[in-house]
């Protein structure tokens, strides 16, 4: 069995930069694997995909390495957060990275994304880096938005992610308008609106899906169920918590969220779906390990033994590294050494964007507009702080 | 030539969206029925149903749906049919819309356009005649613009399609059926008008009346008026609710010392309070009277008929307010 070490990364392009260099591929890492959901789909409206799913050596270690990294990186935000380098807000995205992994691994950077607040690891994801993620959750300006967005306010419009938005529901018609405008251009490709099971009783996500059915747009709603809308568990909030059904007219698709490879069939099953007949919906059943936020202690309203049946019976992470060492595709110690470099990129990371400044006191005036006509702004005291909007 | 508010907004449609193919319509009533207001006719016809879409009757879906295309790069322009349903959307104009450019540090921008009847009509209550104007004018991150006169309506509405950020374009229905003069230079298919200037509609020295959007006309009435009885008002169509000309505003009562504001929406913290604090901040010097205020009233749209005319300002009320800078006639209250 080939070594870790001779696997190269690099091809695969995964989210940590800080990949050796003297890795290579062997043939075997790109042949292809036959691997069986842990879950059947269950369909509304739709035939579901099948349960098997084609993948490679290089597509698990590089799961693997993505989520591993994701995971150590909410991890490590939590500890900044109590340390209050992070302040305000902080939604922590682990025990759902099969979600985000699983989809990337389905689609381009020029399909789009766009998500609530829960964004971190969308984020990089899409090709976000961990050092532009910790200078804006510290509010520093070498941040992704220079320090003015933190925690819920990230964006790479070059990869397709359009954020990053903090009122629960609004990301939904905004990724409709999003499918809305790669048809009106012809792109040919889709986008993923992503909400969690709190926002899917809002009622401007109906309101955008009836536009996009009834235009055909390439839409894909994604619910996230992690079953707790902040404190409030799904059989307290929705009549019917089947949200893959709530579409109505609109098929849809449920999901095992904390099943990377089942996340990539069904994101592969619909975009095809999307590009031919219109919106889909996609019901995410994954978990959170933490509380809503950092001010959330997350064990109110559910139990610690239920949190640690999830972290024990379904974990993603513990999934694919058992495929991985069933299939003999590297050693247990092969992939711990992968955590301890994860751990050390992240760590490597924090360090640098705690030497990253705060924005200057002049960055206060600007992006109000792009073409601000050099109008005057003004500060708390208008007399003694004043710009002029360029 | 003459040209009425309607045939400019739609011909500066129009041409805009024949000069950019990104450039579309959005909102309920804008292609088959041909604009609830007709402001949008023939447009449907000209451009096809892939670029002037008819909505449900969805504000929230559809303001968020444009916003969503605005981020992707296209340039929609969402009709609301009037901006008290613009409410049910407002979180996209404010949260998804104004704020993005700030919060993306520039990586994303919204070059939109929601544009509207505003402010009162006749007769139609009290759901259907609030003016929004001080509501927007407060947001940073949004433009908002009022135009007046047909010339107003062409440069501010293609300025606004071109423009980079989000503008709320607020109309008047009363408006639309008036005609104004309209110049060659005014009817060129490049014709702008810069978004932030006011526009001094006739000069005077004796009293600034400033105001926008329908008001304007009656300021001008109410100079005519004034002009009878010797005092020389300037009126100032405001043109731009923001970013506002403060400039111009102060200048004027520099020049003039008195100052009356003009607006249809309810007084407390209206457009015209802004203007008053400006005024007061920057020219507190060349101030010989107090400033007066003239606004809707503080009441919820009445239906009745002689109810509706009290509940908005008239002529008279533009005079009344005028004369008492020029003389101070009424004594203060406060010193009593």
Redesign the interface.
């Known amino acids: 069995m080939a070594q870790l070490t001779r696997r190269s990364a690099k091809l695969l392009e995964p989210i940590s930069a800080a990949v050796s260099a003297t890795r290579h591929l062997t043939t075997s890492s790109t042949s292809p694997i036959t691997v069986e959901t842990s879950l059947p789909f269950t369909g509304h409206k739709i035939d579901p995909p099948s349960r098997s799913v084609e993948t490679t050596p290089q597509e698990l270690l590089t799961f693997f390495r993505d989520m591993a990294l994701m995971r150590r990186m909410e991890i490590a935000a939590d500890s900044l957060y109590k340390a209050k380098l992070i302040r305000g807000f902080c939604h922590l995205y682990d025990g759902q990275e099969a979600v985000s992994v699983g989809m990337e691994a389905a689609i381009t950077k020029k399909d789009c994304i766009i998500t609530a607040y829960r964004d971190h690891c969308i984020f990089l994801g899409r090709g976000g880096t961990l050092f532009e993620t910790f200078a804006e959750l510290m509010g520093r300006k070498d941040g992704c938005s220079k320090g003015k967005g933190g925690s819920m306010h990230f964006y790479k419009k070059d990869s397709g992610f359009y954020g990053g938005h903090g009122i629960v529901g609004a990301q939904v018609p905004l990724g409709i308008g999003l499918s809305f405008a790669q048809k009106y251009n012809k792109d040919e490709n889709v986008t993923f609106a992503m909400y969690g099971d709190g926002a899917a009783n809002q009622g401007q996500l109906f309101e955008a899906l009836n536009m996009a059915a009834l235009w055909d747009l390439p839409s894909i709603l994604v619910c996230e169920n992690n079953h707790y809308g902040m404190g409030t568990a799904e059989w307290r909030s929705a009549k019917s918590p089947s949200y893959f059904k709530r579409g109505d007219y609109a098929p849809g698709l449920k999901v095992d969220g904390m099943d990377a490879l089942a996340v990539k069939q069904a994101c592969k099953f619909a975009k095809e779906h999307a590009l031919k007949n219109g919106p889909i919906i996609l019901e995410m059943d994954t978990y959170r390990y933490h509380g809503h936020s950092m001010s959330d202690p997350g064990s109110t309203y559910r139990t610690r033994d239920e949190i640690s049946g999830v972290r024990q019976e379904r974990d993603p992470i513990e999934r694919i590294r058992k495929l991985i060492i069933s299939h003999d595709l590297a050693t247990e110690k092969e992939l711990k050494d992968t955590e301890k470099e994860v751990r050390k990129e992240v760590d490597e990371a924090i360090a640098k964007a705690k030497e990253s400044p705060l924005p200057d006191a002049s960055e206060l005036f600007t992006n109000v507009h792009v073409k601000g006509f050099g109008v005057e702004a003004f500060g708390a005291d208008r007399k003694e702080l004043r710009a002029v909007l360029p | 030539m003459q040209m009425m508010v309607r045939e400019a907004l739609n011909s500066a449609l129009d041409e805009e969206m024949s000069a950019d193919p990104t450039v579309?319509l959005m909102g309920e009533e804008v292609g088959e029925y041909q604009g609830a207001y007709k402001v949008t006719k023939g447009l449907l016809q000209k451009y096809g149903p892939?670029r002037v879409?008819d909505?449900?009757i969805?504000e929230?879906?559809?303001?968020?749906?444009?916003?969503?295309?605005?981020?992707?790069?296209?340039k929609p322009v969402i009709e609301f049919m009037t901006f008290n349903f613009a409410m049910q959307g407002v979180?996209?104009i404010i949260?998804?819309a104004a704020k993005?450019?700030?919060?993306?540090?520039?990586?994303?921008?919204v070059p939109i356009v929601f544009r509207g009847p505003n402010g009162p009509a006749a007769g139609v209550g009290a759901q259907h005649s609030q003016c929004y104007a001080s509501w927007y004018g407060a947001i940073?991150?949004l433009?908002v613009v009022s135009p007046y006169s047909s010339e107003d309506a062409r440069g501010l509405l293609k300025a606004a399609i071109r423009?980079?950020?989000p503008v709320v374009f607020l109309e008047n229905e009363l408006l639309y059926g008036e005609s104004f003069p309209v110049s060659k230079q005014v009817l060129d298919s490049d014709f702008t008008i810069?978004?932030?200037k006011a526009k001094i509609e006739k000069e005077g020295n004796d009293v600034s009346i400033v105001s926008f959007s329908r008001m304007v006309g009656f300021s001008l009435k109410a100079a005519e008026i004034l002009a009878k009885d010797g005092i020389d008002a300037e009126v100032i169509n405001l043109r731009s609710i923001r970013?506002l000309d403060?400039s111009t505003v102060n200048a004027s009562v520099r020049k003039t010392n008195r100052l009356v504001t003009v607006e249809e929406g309810f007084p407390q913290h209206g457009v015209g309070a802004e203007i008053c604090a400006s005024v007061v901040?920057d020219s507190f010097g060349y101030l010989d009277a107090p400033v007066e205020r003239i606004a809707g009233a503080d009441v919820p749209m009445p239906y009745a008929a002689n109810l509706e005319i009290i509940a908005l300002p008239q002529v008279d009320d533009i005079v009344r307010a005028a004369k008492r800078a020029c003389y101070r006639s009424v004594p203060l209250s406060a010193t009593r």
Do not use: C
């Not at chain 2, 700030?102 to 994303?108: D, E, F, K, L």
């Open positions: 579309f892939e879409v909505t449900p969805t929230a879906g559809f303001t968020g749906l444009g916003v969503g295309a605005a981020y992707y790069g296209l979180d996209h949260n998804s993005t450019n700030y919060m993306s540090s520039g990586n994303i921008n940073p991150g433009k423009d980079p950020d810069p978004i932030g970013p403060r901040s």
